[in-house]
């Protein structure tokens, strides 16, 4: 199709070298082709016919854009927009490119371009894009919503919306749109990945990897694929698996900080913290302000009893997130284990004002259980199993408060509902210094026979 149209291009411009819109559209048809300096060349030509061309500046910046080149795409997007104020294609493009970064310019400018072209259903998609990397989710919704009112066949609303409605966890809605927008392009890559994402929060393992193993099928450079299916075998337990995937990812983007911190977690679930920590560092080394690799990082020197670097990087995360729920819940733990028991309690009391899961309520009970404030420990593990009746953290937790206020019987039906769950940190049982009032009880040496 594209060479058949570069060919009618040729023709023309033989037929008049100064047809610039021949120049302008053939560059286009290399675009298309991703031939992307024979482009170049054709609208640095048209341009050069005539400098007012609004459409050969656009296009050019486009041509910028792919090759990354993105100042260069934004002088040429401006110069379109000053020959054409109300160029809707060219604010649109010139959104895509400051929603690498800047989030509000490229909303000023989806909304320019909406303004004036309301049918534009790709600048909604583009804008509830930007919302959803600002977290407002609502509002990205919104607009993919009009986009499809727009254009009912259009895979990437359906697409986008999936990916709005995974991060507000409703993975059922997610899922039925990824369905759709599948089923609208069975080639959508990105549409499968972000199935694969959702089938792996609802914990249907197998199904994210059926997911993520088509989406790498369609692109073998898909390198998000790689490391959604190397989260999806880590979560899974196979993490010689999870490792192979983010080496591949890593191999294809050495800048992947997110393969990094992914491979860097597979190798602290196989309790190689050493290596992991490795891998954070390169995480943060490539992206400085990258607040999950700084997290995990302070888990991996926490798991290593370096208690005083681990609070360091709680400390790094909370200065770049200070909504980061999850490093005032780690930092807890760490001033816990250092018996510093006032400034675990304000840290698990900041992470449940942010974030008041059954993780946190039951990390500070436990806070208060060694700090021998039993009543309050109660209350909060109780909290914990109120928000989660399978959490089992919080029911061994139990177990072991009434091991340490000695009722023996209630401390053995907690630690058996434990185990018949699934808890298995047999040294843990055996060795921790709170289960010591039930050891030998009875009901203990039954429960432990042949762990």
């Avoid at 694969?196 to 199904?207: C, F, H, Q, T």
């Avoid at 911190?261 to 390169?282: M, P, T, V, W």
Wanted: glycine residues 4%.
């Amino acid at each position: 199709q594209y060479d058949k149209a570069i060919a009618n291009y040729d023709k023309a411009i033989d037929l008049n070298p100064n047809n610039y819109q021949a120049y302008n559209n053939r560059g286009a048809a290399y675009s298309w082709k991703n031939q992307h300096d024979k482009a170049m060349e054709d609208f640095d030509k048209a341009i050069e016919l005539n400098p007012k061309n609004a459409q050969a500046y656009n296009n050019r910046g486009s041509a910028y854009a792919r090759k990354d080149q993105y100042d260069k795409a934004i002088e040429n997007y401006n110069a379109a927009i000053e020959l054409n104020p109300k160029y809707d294609e060219a604010y649109n493009n010139r959104a895509f490119v400051y929603a690498t970064k800047k989030y509000d310019k490229a909303i000023e400018d989806y909304t320019k371009a909406i303004e004036y072209n309301p049918q534009y259903a790709m600048a909604y998609i583009g804008r509830g894009d930007v919302y959803t990397n600002k977290r407002q989710y609502d509002r990205a919704i919104e607009d993919y919503n009009k986009a499809i009112e727009l254009n009912s066949q259009f895979d990437r609303a359906y697409n986008g919306r999936g990916y709005a409605y995974a991060c507000m966890k409703q993975y059922d809605k997610a899922i039925e749109d990824f369905n759709k927008a599948t089923d609208l392009n069975p080639r959508h890559e990105a549409a499968f990945n972000g199935r694969g994402i959702a089938y792996r929060n609802k914990k249907e393992y197998a199904r994210a990897i059926e997911d993520h193993n088509k989406a790498i099928e369609l692109n073998l450079r898909y390198t998000g694929a790689y490391r959604n299916r190397g989260i999806a075998y880590a979560e899974n337990k196979q993490y010689d698996k999870a490792i192979e995937d983010f080496n591949k990812a890593i191999e294809l983007n050495p800048g992947f900080e997110l393969a990094y911190n992914g491979r860097g977690l597979a190798y602290k679930s196989k309790k190689e913290f050493d290596r992991a920590i490795q891998d954070f560092n390169k995480a943060i080394e490539i992206s400085v302000k990258y607040v999950p690799a700084y997290y995990n990082r302070g888990l991996a020197y926490a798991d290593k009893k370096q208690y005083d670097k681990a609070i360091e990087d709680y400390n790094r995360a909370i200065e770049l997130d200070p909504q980061y729920a999850s490093a005032y819940r780690g930092r807890g733990s760490a001033y816990r284990n250092k018996k510093n028991y006032n400034k675990a309690v304000a840290d698990y009391d900041r992470a449940i004002e942010l974030n008041p899961s059954a993780l946190v309520y039951n990390g500070r009970g436990f806070t208060f259980l060694e700090w021998g404030k039993y009543t309050a420990a109660e209350k909060d593990i109780r909290k914990a199993l109120e928000l989660d009746p399978n959490h089992l953290p919080a029911i061994t937790s139990l177990s072991e408060l009434y091991s340490v206020t000695n009722k023996t019987s209630d401390a053995c039906i907690w630690l058996k509902q434990a185990i018949d769950k699934g808890y298995a940190k047999w040294d843990y049982i055996k060795n921790y210094k709170t289960f010591d009032n039930i050891l030998n009880s009875p009901c203990y040496i039954e429960i432990m026979s042949g762990k």
